[in-house]
């Protein structure tokens, strides 16, 4: 089974910190993305990744930035945490346009 | 750009009814068509996907799907839904084989009453 792994569950952070959402995939997949879920919203797109070292920004990049060191790892940054970024985030990996969903990290900024 | 309209946001159905979920996409050129489930707490599972082919489609949980193209639609159905089968569905599209970017829909929450 594919496996996509995120380090947190739950998160709360201060308004203004520095924050790391670490995302690693088990099935040597290239592609790899992070969307943000809110109520009525869906899932929308903040930053996706074909290749080690490339990054492209997504449908709602702002305040956001990744890396992607290592092949099977993901990492979401938020620059300087605010309250509007208070959400689900959802890491995924695909292969053939099929993707495969982390459990997703619930953040509240406060 | 692709887009994915979910028309209800919240169904309530009974056990052992019948379920159907609306999902209408916009885009110019034959599209790669997904069921995604969301049960509470968890990530988003694959019900089923579409790409070519016979457009009746068979998932996982007893779950089909039917594009139509005419309608621009992909609907889910279940014939007999199960009190486990209360979730999130969330409809998505990709627009090729080489963009692996997905759209997503709002979601549908369903309610399975007893």
């Known amino acids: 089974d594919v496996k996509v792994t995120q380090s947190s569950r739950y998160l709360v952070k201060r308004t203004g910190e520095k924050v790391f959402l670490e995302c690693v995939q088990d099935m040597d997949h290239e592609n790899m993305f992070w969307y943000r879920q809110d109520p009525g919203l869906g899932l929308r797109l903040i930053y996706f990744s074909y290749d080690v070292k490339m990054k492209e920004k997504g449908d709602i990049p702002e305040g956001y930035s990744v890396s992607r060191e290592k092949k099977e790892r993901f990492s979401l940054i938020l620059e300087s945490a605010s309250t509007n970024q208070t959400s689900m985030y959802l890491c995924?990996?695909?292969?053939?346009?099929?993707?495969?969903f982390g459990q997703g990290t619930r953040l509240t900024v406060v | 750009a692709q887009s994915v309209t979910q028309p209800d946001i919240h169904i309530t159905v009974s056990e052992g009814a019948s379920l159907e979920l609306r999902c209408n996409y916009s885009?110019?050129?034959?599209?790669?068509l997904f069921w995604y489930v969301q049960s509470p707490g968890q990530g988003l599972q694959l019900l089923l996907k579409?790409?070519?082919?016979?457009?009746l489609v068979q998932g996982i949980k007893g779950f089909e799907a039917e594009f139509k193209r005419s309608q621009s639609s992909f609907n889910l159905r279940k014939p007999s839904v199960h009190w486990s089968d209360a979730a999130e569905y969330f409809c998505?599209?990709?627009?090729?084989?080489?963009?692996?970017?997905?759209?997503f829909g709002a979601g549908t929450t369903v309610t399975v009453r007893a």
């Open positions: 579409y790409f070519s082919g016979d457009t």
């Open positions: 995924a990996s695909s292969e053939y346009t099929e993707a495969f």
């Open positions: 998505a599209v990709g627009v090729s084989s080489n963009d692996y970017k997905l759209s």
């Open positions: 885009y110019g050129a034959t599209p790669y």
